[in-house]
């Protein structure tokens, strides 16, 4: 500890704002020897215990004339994060998967919006270039005789058919 933090629990004074930032980081320093990124939990622990010992010090009073360190804990925990910043190791997130479990799966490849296979390379079984542009005209055809009724009728199996003229 600094000399102004001992003279400041010898005297039961209050910290000025440059040491107890000084002492913020001393105690995340500390802190951080056990445990990289402690959560709030521990922080608030961490605190509480200091607060008890060196109220008047280290302590916030609220209207009820109660101490309490939430000022404190916030600072903590702030400057946990702020060190942690760059230092993805020290994140309590993990990954789900590792991406050695999620080849082994034998999913196909996932998109977030739209369709992953839009550009098929192959024609459907049984079908030619000339069947299935004998099929889009008769849709065309049973468009324009009967409307969108017509169409319902023999709608899936002839998108599905052609769907490698229509895209």
Known sequence: MTPEIQSAIANSTRLNPAARRAMV?????????????????????VVNDIIQKYPTCFGDVDDDEN???????QKVKTRIE?????????????????????RTNGRGPVDQYGCVRWAPQELPSGETDETLQEMKTQMQQ????EGMSGVERALQRWLQRTYILQR
Not at 142 to 145: F, H, P, R, T
């Open 25 to 45: 980081r001393e105690l995340v320093d500390q802190i951080r020897v056990h445990n990289a990124n402690p959560n709030r939990g521990i922080c608030l622990k």
């Open 67 to 73: 101490t309490v360190g939430a000022s404190l804990v």
């Open 82 to 102: 702020h060190v942690n910043r760059n230092n993805t190791l020290a994140r309590l997130r993990k990954n789900k998967h590792s991406n050695r479990q999620a």
């Open 142 to 145: 049973l468009y324009a005789q």
